[in-house]
């Protein structure tokens, strides 16, 4: 896990940055991402300890794909990668058998939470907007706006005193709370003026339905349900079991060494083999 969370990050910037220290100058990167993956590995073990509680098991036909994974995995290793992680065939599967167990628990510390989110309330729409501060003139411009072959945007672009004019509106978000009645435009309608403090705001719909990011705003509603419930159900065992770490094998780790490995796939072949919509 160090390897791939090293590897990560080095693909993203480069190798210097594990000379980087943080904001207060008081640690390296480097120690900030080792202490990551530590934390990481601990809530594995701790999750693995709520397995036997729960009597969450690994089935037959989970341990074969977890065999496959771990030999595609396997392959996948160069020679600097092995130097560098320095782990043998078993320790290969037992790191994707722990993983897969850990998803498992979570799962069902977080089956009771509804699966069914509507497209109503997870919703996204594009509009335009002007807005203005002078009562008279976002009056005047809904009307110039609404005349007919008038340009939406040429005015958004001459009058509204904001430089951004087009945005995505979520079920809600801030503008959909303000405005809920954006969500009953269709396609090309023009709002009426809307007030909100010192401001006037007119809107213009560009799409009543964007089917992209209302699904990824389903998924993203449904994640954070899945969270939360999650949350609320490990608690009494995160007090209940402690893990306690090797220290000294933690600040062993050098992420500087290793310059050749680039092994980087633990998740991409997991998924593969135990794909899920929601994770």
């Not at 990050?9 to 220290?21: A, D, G, P, T, V």
């Not at 709520?50 to 160069?78: C, F, G, H, M, R």
């Not at 203005?132 to 340009?151: F, I, M």
């Not at 403090?197 to 089917?211: E, G, K, P, Q, T």
């Amino acid at each position: 896990f160090v390897a791939e969370e090293k590897n990560k990050y080095e693909n993203r910037f480069n190798k210097e940055i594990w000379n980087l220290k943080s904001g207060d100058g008081t640690a390296y990167f480097k120690d900030y991402i080792v202490n990551t993956v530590k934390r990481f590995v601990e809530k594995i073990m701790k999750l693995k300890l709520v397995a036997s509680d729960l009597n969450v098991i690994i089935t037959q036909k989970d341990e074969e794909l977890i065999l496959k994974a771990s030999e595609e995995y396997k392959e996948a290793l160069s020679y600097a990668d092995l130097e560098f992680i320095d782990c043998s065939d078993e320790d290969i599967v037992n790191a994707f058998r722990d993983y897969h167990l850990s998803r498992l628990v979570i799962n069902n510390l977080s089956k009771n939470a509804s699966s069914e989110i509507s497209i109503s309330e997870a919703k996204v729409i594009n509009v335009q907007y002007i807005v203005l501060e002078n009562r008279d003139l976002a009056y005047q411009t809904l009307e110039d706006v609404k005349a007919k072959g008038a340009s939406f945007a040429y005015f958004a672009k001459t009058r509204s005193v904001d430089t951004n004019i087009e945005m995505l509106i979520k079920r809600g978000d801030e503008y959909s709370v303000r405005f809920p009645e954006l969500f009953y435009l269709s396609k090309g309608q023009i709002s009426d003026v809307f007030q909100y403090r010192n401001r006037y705001y007119i809107f213009r719909c560009l799409s009543d339905y964007m089917a992209e990011e209302t699904e990824a705003r389903r998924l993203e509603i449904l994640r954070t349900m899945k969270n939360s419930e999650f949350n609320d159900n490990f608690a009494k065992f995160d007090e209940e079991y402690r893990v306690v770490s090797n220290s000294s094998y933690w600040k062993e780790i050098d992420l500087s060494v290793g310059e050749d490995s680039t092994i980087n796939k633990f998740e991409e072949i997991y998924y593969r083999y135990f794909p899920k919509k929601i994770r």
